[in-house]
């Protein structure tokens, strides 16, 4: 059964409570569909709050204590709940069981990006092997539409071409798996403090959700044998005291020798930011079955990390801002899938040998995926040890005696690089003429003070698998992008342009034949989209957020000129609201993902 929209499920509660009359004070709507949205969509839920409703007074007051409450109400009827839930859990095939009962290691309202979700599975064990030749990716992808398509795990996000992008659970189905998961012994988790049970529990896998965790947390709650700890919590200071200015302040407990205990450790991943290491923690060489670790620290990664030879996925945060160093030996684990580095890192150039008159290079076949790499360490002998990447992020820093004139970055030997973001960090070149894209791109981004001029954009038209690209943050510069009849983006079909002092935008219908989704961010330059859009036959949707009042009209005109030739398949959307100025200040002075 498919979910229910807000004014499906309003219905659904009013007929429930009021019946068909729907005799029932006006300002009850307001504050009945915050309830019906917090319900998710979900109708066993909507009906069971109706039933809790409809026994109450009908008074503002108590229908907000109600929508204030709405977790305990559901928590308090376990009976009207768990059967149903468990009738599409236990007609699951077994394949899919651990699967479902893995979302369980994330917090409430946790949004999981589909890359990390693949990642984990795979290091958890869930998909062993491949099947019909697809790689376990795929296999990965194909487990969680199959999911999707149950309903029991719900889409936070997805790309323009339909791609999973986030994922997340609906409440009452966090509750059912949390208790599904204790029951079968598939995962304790943690989430009242301090009221922590003292005995060990003999499950594998572990996920604290707490506010505080405390070393003593870990020694009696976790089994050596231990396959997965996920941690969510801060770490409960253990001692304060003053400093030279009478301040309070805590000293964080040791807890480094806590992960040795786990020798069968496959996944260790610390996902609150405010948990950080003043170096690697080097016990975690000894976890030897380690498969999937994240970590905040500060200083560079250790050369030992290369005894971790099982490990699939790599993910490091700085503690402190700062560039991260990964060590030659990184180049000896064959089996890394994944290089998450939150910082510029830095990768240094894979070693040669010479075997018979030839130079074997020692890389790493298997790496699909490597983020933060730093613009200076994007070099031929790097990327010719990393032959299988098909997605990758550069931080482009430089500086006045690093210019990029001098620095050109060949892409040439990815010949399976898909996905590539750019973020800008300290100097912008003035043209694309240094950067040499791989022509098996599909999706770019470009992110930060670049100041691309325009005419460099439009030669991005050569790349002729290009179907995404994302130009953010002054990343083009000029106040007119005007296109010839031969700059062509024949493949693209998602535009996205945020905050560019663009003015003028001269284009046919020919610039983008196959666009299907055109989004403007912040454009307030902007005078009009050209008009010649409407006659792209397959799009679909031009969204403006924050844009211009004749750039707006614009948008209209082409909507309506549509409509009125029988074309109904265009939609287009327009939001305001005060994100522009709140995302400029964030900008310069915080950290925004709008």
């Known amino acids: 059964?498919?979910?229910?929209?807000?004014?499906?499920?309003?219905?659904?509660?009013?007929?429930?409570?009021?019946?068909?009359?729907?005799?029932?004070?006006?300002?009850?709507?307001?504050?009945?569909?915050?309830?019906?949205?917090?319900?998710q969509g979900l109708p066993l839920t909507i009906t069971v709050i109706a039933g809790h409703l409809s026994k109450m007074d009908r008074t503002l007051e108590c229908w907000k204590d109600v929508a204030r409450t709405l977790s305990e109400i559901i928590a308090s009827h376990p009976d009207k709940f768990l059967g149903v839930l468990g009738l599409s859990y236990h007609h699951l095939p077994n394949r899919l069981k651990p699967c479902f009962l893995s979302m369980s290691s994330f917090p409430e309202d946790f949004q999981v990006e589909t890359w990390r979700l693949i990642q984990l599975w795979i290091a958890e064990g869930f998909i062993r092997t491949s099947e019909n030749g697809e790689s376990l990716e795929e296999v990965v992808i194909n487990y969680l539409e199959d999911l999707i398509s149950r309903n029991l795990i719900m889409v936070r996000k997805r790309r323009f071409n339909g791609e999973i992008?986030?994922?997340?659970?609906?409440?009452?189905?966090?509750?059912?798996c949390l208790i599904e998961a204790e029951t079968t012994k598939f995962m304790h988790v943690g989430r009242t403090y301090p009221t922590l049970p003292t005995q060990k529990h003999n499950v594998h896998r572990f996920s604290f959700q707490t506010e505080y965790y405390s070393v003593d947390d870990c020694r009696k709650l976790l089994s050596p044998a231990a396959r997965s700890i996920y941690l969510f919590s801060e770490r409960q200071p253990s001692a304060t005291h003053y400093n030279f200015l009478g301040l309070l302040i805590y000293r964080r407990p040791v807890i480094l020798d806590v992960f040795s205990r786990f020798n069968l450790?496959?996944?260790?991943?610390i996902f609150n930011l405010g948990v950080g290491f003043r170096s690697f923690p080097l016990v975690i060489k000894k976890l030897f079955h380690l498969r999937y670790l994240e970590v905040r620290f500060n200083g560079d990664i250790p050369a030992s990390i290369s005894e971790l030879q099982n490990l699939q996925t790599l993910i490091v945060h700085a503690h402190l801002y700062r560039d991260i160093i990964s060590p030659g030996r990184i180049w000896m684990m064959k089996n890394l899938r994944h290089i998450h580095l939150g910082a510029p890192g830095y990768l240094p150039s894979p070693r040669r040998e010479g075997i018979q008159n030839n130079h074997v290079v020692i890389g790493m076949p298997n790496l699909e995926e490597l983020s933060g790499l730093s613009s200076a360490k994007c070099t031929n002998e790097v990327f010719f040890g990393i032959p299988n990447l098909k997605k990758m992020k550069v931080h482009v820093v430089y500086s006045e005696e690093d210019r990029l004139a001098n620095h050109?970055?060949?892409?040439?030997?990815?010949?399976?690089?898909?996905?590539?973001?750019c973020c800008w960090h300290n100097y912008s070149p003035d043209s694309l003429k240094n950067f040499g894209f791989q022509t098996s791109l599909k999706r770019l981004t470009l992110d930060g003070w670049f100041e691309f001029p325009w005419e460099g954009i439009s030669t991005l038209a050569m790349l002729p698998n290009l179907e995404e690209l994302k130009l953010k943050d002054q990343a083009a510069y000029g106040e007119v992008w005007k296109l010839s009849d031969e700059d062509k983006f024949k493949s693209l079909k998602f535009l996205l342009l945020r905050w560019l002092n663009l003015e003028h935008w001269e284009a046919s219908s020919d610039s983008f034949p196959n666009l299907k989704r055109l989004v403007l961010k912040i454009c307030e330059s902007l005078n009009e989209i050209p008009t010649e859009f409407g006659e792209i036959s397959i799009l679909e949707s031009i969204e403006l957020y924050d844009c211009s009042y004749t750039a707006e009209d614009s948008a209209r005109k082409i909507e309506q000129e549509q409509e009125d030739m029988g074309n109904n398949c265009l939609k287009v959307y327009i939001h305001n609201s005060y994100m522009s100025k709140f995302y400029i200040s964030q900008k310069f002075f915080g950290s925004s993902d709008y």
């Open 165 to 176: 992008k986030a994922c997340g659970i609906h409440d009452l189905l966090r509750e059912f």
């Open 408 to 421: 050109l970055i060949d892409m040439s030997s990815l010949t399976k690089l898909e996905a590539l973001t």
């Open 265 to 269: 450790l496959r996944v260790l991943t």
């Open 1 to 39: 059964m498919n979910l229910l929209n807000l004014e499906n499920g309003w219905k659904l509660l009013r007929d429930k409570v009021f019946g068909s009359k729907h005799d029932y004070p006006s300002e009850l709507e307001e504050i009945g569909k915050k309830i019906v949205k917090k319900c």
